[in-house]
């Protein structure tokens, strides 16, 4: 049973900042991809940031320069410093983790409950 518990949204005005942070836990073998997605009221859910298990992050566009995710494999925990927060980032972020829970088992996506951030204009 693997487990992905993220914490750190809330509410912040424009310009703001907040961390999330976020801890897999179970029976894990490998984690290669960790991440953030966000969805916003009535829209899809989207990328907002990954990193690889060597440290190479990938961000949206939309949040380039604004954004560092960063990530300590020993605690299989990825983290978002979110700055410059703007009233569009308003939304559900989601913890994700591509891994494999065995040798011999293939990779999969999980993801975690969410977390929301709002940011008042």
């Known amino acids: 049973q693997v487990q992905l518990v993220e914490s750190g949204g809330g509410l912040v005005q424009a310009g703001g900042s907040l961390r999330l942070s976020c801890a897999a836990s179970g029976s894990i073998w490998f984690i290669r991809t960790m991440g953030w997605y966000r969805q916003a009221p009535g829209k899809q859910r989207e990328l907002v940031a990954t990193?690889?298990?060597?440290?190479?992050?990938n961000y949206s566009d939309s949040v380039k320069d604004r954004f560092t995710i960063s990530r300590d494999n020993a605690r299989k925990s990825v983290y978002l410093q979110m700055n410059s927060l703007k009233p569009e980032d308003t939304g559900v972020y989601y913890c994700?983790?591509?891994?494999?829970?065995?040798?011999?088992?293939?990779?999969?996506?999980?993801w975690g409950q969410g977390t929301q951030v709002t940011v008042s204009s």
């Open positions: 990193i690889t298990s060597g440290g190479k992050p």
């Open positions: 994700n983790a591509d891994l494999r829970t065995s040798l011999t088992t293939g990779y999969n996506d999980y």
